[in-house]
Nanobody
Framework: VQLQASGGGLVQTGESLRLSCAAS????????IGWYRQAPGKQRELVAS???????KYEEFVKGRFTISRDNAKNTAYLHVNSLKPEDTAVYYC???????????????????WGQGTQVTVSS
């Protein structure tokens, strides 16, 4: 499967964007999808993930502001990013992997399947 992220842009603080992750091929539905971001000079970090069946997991710093979803019929996953802050400025990447139950919670494990990234810039 190949992934392509899109939907980024330059916005002001408090505004919203919808990022899309389109997958080629017809096996999109067997993968969980994770959205990551990488700010300049920082490591890539997981933001949110969604299982094949729609279970979701969010990192604490985006809970209540970001929403991950998927449409298996369209081979596309989405990340709705709301109430954006300057510290959300980063390149956002989507990834295919697994989302498993572990120790009462959910753990996302990425495969080496990445989209090319889409830039989100939030001005103050």
């Amino acid at each position: 499967v190949q992934l392509q992220a899109s939907g980024g842009g330059l916005v002001q603080t408090g505004e919203s964007l919808r990022l899309s992750c389109a997958a080629s091929g017809n096996i999109f539905s067997i993968y969980a999808i994770g959205w990551y971001r990488q700010a300049p000079g920082k490591q890539r970090e997981l933001v949110a993930s969604i299982s094949r069946g729609g279970d979701t997991k969010y990192e604490e710093f985006v809970k209540g502001r970001f929403t991950i979803s998927r449409d298996n019929a369209k081979n596309t996953a989405y990340l709705h990013v709301n109430s954006l802050k300057p510290e959300d400025t980063a390149v956002y990447y989507c990834n295919a992997g697994t989302l498993s139950r572990l120790g009462g919670g959910l753990k996302y494990t990425p495969f080496a399947i990445w989209g090319q990234g889409t830039q989100v810039t939030v001005s103050s």
